[in-house]
């Protein structure tokens, strides 16, 4: 199967940055578009960023222009590099692929979540 795995949250300063990577790993033959959301205490989970396949991005607006969405396809890999980190940007983030595996000679496609990775700013 697949597993998708965050890492890189932390604790960091009003104004500071973070970088988050995502790593899917597993009998995978295609990774699609791949996403970031976040998850505030009691609020609902939201789209952050989305990257496709080709490279193509869109961001919520409340992040445009301080954070950036990109992938390693050799590695499976998805990044979010955040700057000018504001305390609204407090919660859990994570990771999400549209993934295709091959696997006994059966095609599926499926949607992907890892299993986040907390994200603390402070004043």
């Known amino acids: 199967q697949v597993q998708v795995v965050e890492s890189g949250g932390g604790l960091v300063q009003a104004g500071g940055s973070l970088r988050l990577s995502c790593a899917a790993s597993?009998?995978?033959?295609?990774?699609?578009?791949l996403r970031w959301y976040r998850q505030a205490p009691g609020a609902q989970r939201d789209l952050v960023a989305t990257i496709t396949r080709g490279g193509d991005t869109n961001y919520a607006d409340s992040v445009k222009g301080r954070f950036t969405i990109s992938r390693d396809n050799t590695k499976n890999q998805v990044y979010l590099q955040m700057n000018s980190l504001k305390p609204e940007d407090t919660a859990v983030y994570h990771c999400?692929?549209?993934?295709?595996?091959?696997?006994?000679?059966?095609?599926?496609?499926?949607?992907?979540w890892g299993q986040g990775t907390q994200v603390t700013v402070e004043e």
């Open positions: 999400n692929a549209d993934v295709t595996t091959y696997s006994s000679s059966v095609y599926d496609s499926r949607t992907y």
């Open positions: 597993g009998t995978i033959l295609s990774i699609h578009s």
